[in-house]
């Protein structure tokens, strides 16, 4: 009858534990870097494989990184919005295309436009894993002295850039 009672109170609490894993929000997956120093990086330029996309690309601006794929849904999902936020220019967007292949992806560019001042060529995911990415698209948000302000896991949207980056934004452009 103990054991009994023992199985119905673990199954119970495990019951439990899922419950309130399923109800956080996954795009809301803490990072490690909020609040600190954005990871050094050094790639290959995408584009420009003898050019180097690195950390003192982003030095002295505010500007987001954007980890992307052409394998990546949604990325595709949010790449029209990505083409209309580097034609309204509130920032620099820095790609890194993570886990990819090169012929791909400037293919992708080329068909669907390119909304990146730069792109990094991850190919063996290192950046990617040192950045703490979980899957493509994930978006930074980094302070011009390299401090990441926010993590957005998913695809960007309007609505979502205007409740979550635009607030950071208009703060990290006040504490200047």
Sequence with gaps: ???????ILAFAML????????QQDPSKLPS???GKAAPDFD????????????SASLEGQLA????WATWCVGCRQEHEFLMQLATANPLPIYGINWRDNRADALRWLQQLGDPYVASGFDEDARVGIDWGVYGAPETFLVSPDGIVVYKHLGPLTAAIWERDFVPHIENANGAQ
């Design 1 to 7: 009858m103990v054991r009994y009672v023992t199985l």
């Design 15 to 22: 019951v439990g534990v899922f419950w309130v894993g399923l």
């Design 32 to 34: 490690p870097y909020i």
């Design 43 to 54: 790639l290959p330029s995408l584009t420009h494989p003898d050019q180097r996309v690195n």
């Design 64 to 67: 987001l990184v954007n980890v």
